[in-house]
């Protein structure tokens, strides 16, 4: 049974920082392609960031570029999302991604229970 597991979210104040973890169990870590999504009430899921297997490839929504950094780290089976200099408008819940693809090109995707993230001024 696959599992994405993501914690670090909380109540914040604007500027700070804060880093959300997705530990993924259930298949081989490498064979996933991840990302972020976030969501507030009465809004669709919207696209934060993402990261390719090798890591060689990253992608940011315009708003959080430059302030946010997505990242993975195969020994813990963990990616995470640095958010620097965070503002009130990052308030959402956020949610983990996977999209794991197999040795014969099949692919199915994952998501995480989500993480609140509250940022006041």
């Known amino acids: 049974q696959v599992q994405l597991v993501e914690s670090g979210g909380g109540m914040v104040q604007a500027g700070v920082s804060l880093r959300l973890s997705c530990e993924i169990s259930?298949?081989?870590?490498?064979?996933?392609?991840l990302g972020w999504f976030r969501q507030v009430p009465g809004k669709e899921r919207v696209f934060v960031a993402a990261?390719?297997?090798?890591?060689?490839?990253?992608d940011y929504v315009d708003s959080v570029k430059g302030r946010f950094t997505i990242s993975r780290e195969g020994a813990k089976n963990t990616a995470y999302l640095q958010m620097d200099s965070v503002q009130p408008e990052d308030t959402a819940v956020y949610y983990c991604n996977g999209v794991f693809v197999d040795s014969q090109g099949k692919s199915a995707t994952y998501w995480g229970q989500g993480t609140q993230v509250t940022v006041s001024y």
């Open positions: 990261i390719s297997r090798s890591s060689a490839y990253r």
């Open positions: 259930g298949r081989a870590f490498s064979g996933f392609a």
